[in-house]
Protein backbone atom coordinates (compact mmCIF):
# COMPACT_ATOMS: atom_id res chain seq x y z
CA UNK A 1 0.00 0.00 0.00
CA UNK A 2 0.98 3.56 -0.42
CA UNK A 3 3.43 4.70 2.29
CA UNK A 4 3.49 8.51 3.00
CA UNK A 5 6.87 10.29 4.49
CA UNK A 6 6.96 14.19 5.73
CA UNK A 7 9.65 16.29 6.79
CA UNK A 8 10.40 18.22 9.06
CA UNK A 9 8.47 17.40 12.45
CA UNK A 10 8.48 20.67 13.68
CA UNK A 11 9.45 23.66 11.56
CA UNK A 12 9.98 27.15 13.75
CA UNK A 13 10.50 30.45 11.71
CA UNK A 14 10.23 34.32 12.22
CA UNK A 15 7.07 36.03 10.82
CA UNK A 16 7.52 37.15 7.43
CA UNK A 17 9.96 34.10 7.03
CA UNK A 18 9.02 31.21 4.32
CA UNK A 19 8.38 27.77 5.24
CA UNK A 20 8.90 24.84 3.49
CA UNK A 21 7.40 21.46 4.18
CA UNK A 22 8.27 18.10 1.72
CA UNK A 23 6.88 14.37 1.39
CA UNK A 24 7.45 11.58 -0.31
CA UNK A 25 5.34 9.07 -1.19
CA UNK A 26 6.28 5.43 -2.81
CA UNK A 27 2.68 4.08 -4.86
CA UNK A 28 3.20 5.75 -8.47
CA UNK A 29 -0.19 5.30 -8.92
CA UNK A 30 -1.21 8.36 -6.36
CA UNK A 31 -2.86 10.71 -8.33
CA UNK A 32 -4.08 13.13 -5.66
CA UNK A 33 -1.74 15.11 -3.29
CA UNK A 34 -3.91 17.30 -0.80
CA UNK A 35 -2.20 19.38 2.10
CA UNK A 36 -4.56 19.89 5.76
CA UNK A 37 -4.00 22.43 8.17
CA UNK A 38 -5.16 20.95 11.48
CA UNK A 39 -5.21 23.58 14.45
CA UNK A 40 -5.13 22.25 17.97
CA UNK A 41 -8.31 20.26 19.03
CA UNK A 42 -9.55 21.23 15.35
CA UNK A 43 -10.60 19.52 12.49
CA UNK A 44 -7.84 19.22 9.79
CA UNK A 45 -8.99 22.04 6.66
CA UNK A 46 -7.84 21.39 3.28
CA UNK A 47 -5.66 24.43 2.24
CA UNK A 48 -4.66 23.42 -1.17
CA UNK A 49 -4.52 20.56 -2.90
CA UNK A 50 -2.88 19.44 -6.06
CA UNK A 51 -3.33 16.22 -9.36
CA UNK A 52 -0.87 14.46 -11.15
CA UNK A 53 -1.19 16.48 -14.08
CA UNK A 54 0.48 19.56 -13.12
CA UNK A 55 3.85 20.83 -11.73
CA UNK A 56 2.30 23.32 -9.36
CA UNK A 57 -0.46 25.28 -7.81
CA UNK A 58 -0.64 28.55 -5.91
CA UNK A 59 -3.22 30.21 -3.56
CA UNK A 60 -2.36 33.74 -2.36
CA UNK A 61 0.71 32.87 0.23
CA UNK A 62 0.87 28.84 0.00
CA UNK A 63 1.55 27.07 -2.93
CA UNK A 64 2.32 23.40 -3.70
CA UNK A 65 4.83 21.92 -5.79
CA UNK A 66 4.68 17.95 -7.29
CA UNK A 67 7.50 15.86 -8.85
CA UNK A 68 5.84 12.94 -10.19
CA UNK A 69 9.14 11.08 -11.06
CA UNK A 70 10.84 11.67 -7.93
CA UNK A 71 7.58 11.00 -6.43
CA UNK A 72 7.70 13.82 -3.85
CA UNK A 73 5.68 17.11 -3.20
CA UNK A 74 6.01 20.30 -1.52
CA UNK A 75 4.03 23.05 0.24
CA UNK A 76 5.67 26.31 0.57
CA UNK A 77 4.39 29.04 2.69
CA UNK A 78 5.69 32.63 1.75
CA UNK A 79 5.52 35.58 4.41
CA UNK A 80 4.38 33.38 7.19
CA UNK A 81 2.37 34.80 9.97
CA UNK A 82 1.47 33.71 13.91
CA UNK A 83 -1.88 32.79 12.46
CA UNK A 84 0.15 29.96 10.49
CA UNK A 85 1.47 28.09 13.29
CA UNK A 86 -0.45 24.87 13.44
CA UNK A 87 0.28 21.11 12.29
CA UNK A 88 0.31 20.65 8.37
CA UNK A 89 -0.69 17.09 7.17
CA UNK A 90 -0.06 15.82 3.41
CA UNK A 91 -1.67 13.37 1.68
CA UNK A 92 -2.04 10.68 -0.77
CA UNK A 93 -4.66 9.12 -2.76
CA UNK A 94 -5.25 6.85 -5.92
CA UNK A 95 -8.95 8.11 -6.68
CA UNK A 96 -10.61 7.25 -9.75
CA UNK A 97 -8.41 3.98 -9.10
CA UNK A 98 -8.92 0.77 -7.03
CA UNK A 99 -9.60 3.62 -4.21
CA UNK A 100 -12.68 5.90 -3.99
CA UNK A 101 -10.99 8.53 -1.86
CA UNK A 102 -8.77 6.52 0.52
CA UNK A 103 -6.31 8.97 1.60
CA UNK A 104 -2.71 8.33 3.41
CA UNK A 105 -1.33 11.05 5.32
CA UNK A 106 2.32 11.87 6.49
CA UNK A 107 3.03 12.41 9.90
CA UNK A 108 2.77 15.96 10.12
CA UNK A 109 4.66 18.81 11.14
CA UNK A 110 4.46 21.41 13.75
CA UNK A 111 4.91 24.46 12.43
CA UNK A 112 5.68 27.37 15.12
CA UNK A 113 5.55 31.14 13.35
CA UNK A 114 7.24 33.76 16.10
CA UNK A 115 5.68 36.97 15.83
CA UNK B 1 -20.79 27.07 4.23
CA UNK B 2 -22.15 24.10 4.65
CA UNK B 3 -19.99 21.10 7.02
CA UNK B 4 -19.62 17.67 8.74
CA UNK B 5 -20.61 17.23 11.85
CA UNK B 6 -20.26 14.91 14.47
CA UNK B 7 -21.82 13.69 17.58
CA UNK B 8 -20.45 13.20 20.68
CA UNK B 9 -17.50 15.87 20.63
CA UNK B 10 -16.54 13.71 23.39
CA UNK B 11 -16.93 10.08 24.41
CA UNK B 12 -15.45 8.07 27.81
CA UNK B 13 -16.48 4.47 28.15
CA UNK B 14 -15.28 1.37 29.99
CA UNK B 15 -13.41 -0.96 27.91
CA UNK B 16 -15.50 -4.01 26.57
CA UNK B 17 -18.22 -1.59 25.97
CA UNK B 18 -20.10 -1.03 22.69
CA UNK B 19 -20.36 2.62 21.64
CA UNK B 20 -21.73 4.85 18.22
CA UNK B 21 -20.27 7.47 16.62
CA UNK B 22 -22.71 9.69 14.92
CA UNK B 23 -21.63 11.91 11.53
CA UNK B 24 -23.66 13.89 9.62
CA UNK B 25 -22.11 14.33 6.36
CA UNK B 26 -22.20 17.29 3.83
CA UNK B 27 -26.06 16.77 2.24
CA UNK B 28 -25.31 16.72 -1.14
CA UNK B 29 -22.14 14.39 -0.50
CA UNK B 30 -22.12 10.37 -1.28
CA UNK B 31 -18.81 9.20 0.03
CA UNK B 32 -18.14 8.75 3.37
CA UNK B 33 -15.44 7.93 4.88
CA UNK B 34 -13.80 7.06 8.94
CA UNK B 35 -10.14 8.31 9.65
CA UNK B 36 -8.79 7.99 13.61
CA UNK B 37 -5.57 9.87 14.98
CA UNK B 38 -4.17 8.48 18.13
CA UNK B 39 -2.86 11.23 20.14
CA UNK B 40 0.68 12.90 18.55
CA UNK B 41 0.26 10.47 15.85
CA UNK B 42 -0.47 10.83 12.06
CA UNK B 43 -4.14 10.55 10.53
CA UNK B 44 -5.07 6.69 9.84
CA UNK B 45 -7.89 5.90 7.09
CA UNK B 46 -10.56 3.36 8.50
CA UNK B 47 -12.73 2.54 5.86
CA UNK B 48 -14.87 4.35 2.75
CA UNK B 49 -18.30 3.95 2.02
CA UNK B 50 -20.34 4.56 -1.12
CA UNK B 51 -23.89 3.14 -2.19
CA UNK B 52 -24.43 1.65 1.12
CA UNK B 53 -21.30 -0.06 0.98
CA UNK B 54 -17.99 -0.33 2.23
CA UNK B 55 -16.03 0.08 -0.90
CA UNK B 56 -12.47 -0.05 0.79
CA UNK B 57 -11.30 -0.64 4.75
CA UNK B 58 -7.98 -0.89 6.24
CA UNK B 59 -6.10 -3.63 8.59
CA UNK B 60 -7.16 -1.68 11.47
CA UNK B 61 -10.99 -2.16 10.67
CA UNK B 62 -11.39 -5.57 11.70
CA UNK B 63 -14.55 -7.49 12.63
CA UNK B 64 -15.30 -5.04 16.11
CA UNK B 65 -15.89 -2.36 13.72
CA UNK B 66 -19.04 -1.09 11.21
CA UNK B 67 -20.35 1.23 9.68
CA UNK B 68 -24.02 2.06 8.77
CA UNK B 69 -26.19 5.30 7.14
CA UNK B 70 -29.22 4.48 9.06
CA UNK B 71 -30.89 7.33 7.21
CA UNK B 72 -30.43 9.63 4.38
CA UNK B 73 -28.52 12.32 6.37
CA UNK B 74 -26.39 10.01 9.46
CA UNK B 75 -23.04 7.91 9.29
CA UNK B 76 -22.29 6.21 11.87
CA UNK B 77 -19.47 4.25 13.04
CA UNK B 78 -20.15 1.80 15.87
CA UNK B 79 -17.34 0.23 18.27
CA UNK B 80 -18.65 -3.54 19.44
CA UNK B 81 -16.29 -4.35 22.32
CA UNK B 82 -14.19 -1.26 23.05
CA UNK B 83 -9.96 -1.47 23.84
CA UNK B 84 -8.08 0.67 25.63
CA UNK B 85 -6.04 1.41 22.41
CA UNK B 86 -9.35 2.36 20.57
CA UNK B 87 -9.12 5.50 22.49
CA UNK B 88 -8.49 8.23 19.66
CA UNK B 89 -9.84 11.15 18.14
CA UNK B 90 -12.56 9.71 15.32
CA UNK B 91 -12.72 11.87 12.10
CA UNK B 92 -15.77 11.70 9.78
CA UNK B 93 -15.40 12.94 6.41
CA UNK B 94 -17.49 13.23 3.10
CA UNK B 95 -16.80 13.66 -0.84
CA UNK B 96 -18.73 15.31 -3.30
CA UNK B 97 -19.55 12.75 -6.25
CA UNK B 98 -18.40 15.34 -8.93
CA UNK B 99 -14.90 15.56 -6.82
CA UNK B 100 -14.58 12.70 -4.85
CA UNK B 101 -10.99 13.40 -4.06
CA UNK B 102 -11.56 16.21 -1.98
CA UNK B 103 -12.89 15.03 1.29
CA UNK B 104 -14.19 17.34 3.84
CA UNK B 105 -13.27 16.47 7.48
CA UNK B 106 -15.49 17.15 10.66
CA UNK B 107 -14.47 18.31 14.11
CA UNK B 108 -14.33 14.69 15.67
CA UNK B 109 -15.10 12.84 18.26
CA UNK B 110 -12.50 11.99 20.99
CA UNK B 111 -13.47 8.74 22.35
CA UNK B 112 -11.45 7.84 25.61
CA UNK B 113 -11.71 3.98 26.42
CA UNK B 114 -11.01 3.75 30.39
Known amino acids: GENVEQHPSTLSVQEGDSAVIKCTYSDSASNYFPWYKQELGKRPQLIIDIRSNVGEKKDQRIAVTLNKTAKHFSLHITETQPEDSAVYFC??????????????FGQGTILTVHP | EPEVTQTPSHQVTQMGQEVILRCVPI?????FYWYRQILGQKVEFLVSFYNNEISEKSEIFDDQFSVERPDGSNFTLKIRSTKLEDSAMYFCASSFQGDVETQYFGPGTRLLVL
Open chain 1, 91 to 104: AADNAGGTSYGKLT
Open chain 2, 27 to 31: SNHLY
